[in-house]
């Protein structure tokens, strides 16, 4: 049973009684329906943020492991550690504030 009702505007409701009044349509009016929307949203949602995450990742990852494997060096590799955490973490937070 697929519902096409607008969610939060007035509908015309008609019953057999003389006067025709009106309904709000809501989820929990939508039954199944409202509730299939809303899963595949969140899935929709996290597929973004990790699709994007790892995609835009990979490129962090693979300069610093290139970088670290052209230049031998400790200090190096301590701090392309650390630059490359604050890198990814801010890159998460990015990909889930564009999918929102």
Request: glycine residues 8%.
């Amino acid at each position: 049973m697929e519902h096409n009702l607008p969610l939060g505007r007035e509908v015309p409701f008609y019953s057999t009684s003389s006067t025709s009044s009106s309904v709000k349509c809501d989820k929990l009016s939508l039954g199944m329906g409202g509730i299939l929307m809303d899963s595949f949203f969140y899935f929709n949602m996290f597929r973004n943020i990790i699709s994007k995450f790892f995609l835009d990742g990979i490129w962090v990852v693979g300069f610093f492991y290139l970088l670290t494997k052209t230049y031998e060096s400790d200090r190096l590799k301590q701090i392309s550690k650390y630059v490359m955490g604050t890198a990814l973490a801010l890159l998460f937070i990015y990909s889930v504030m564009g999918s929102i």
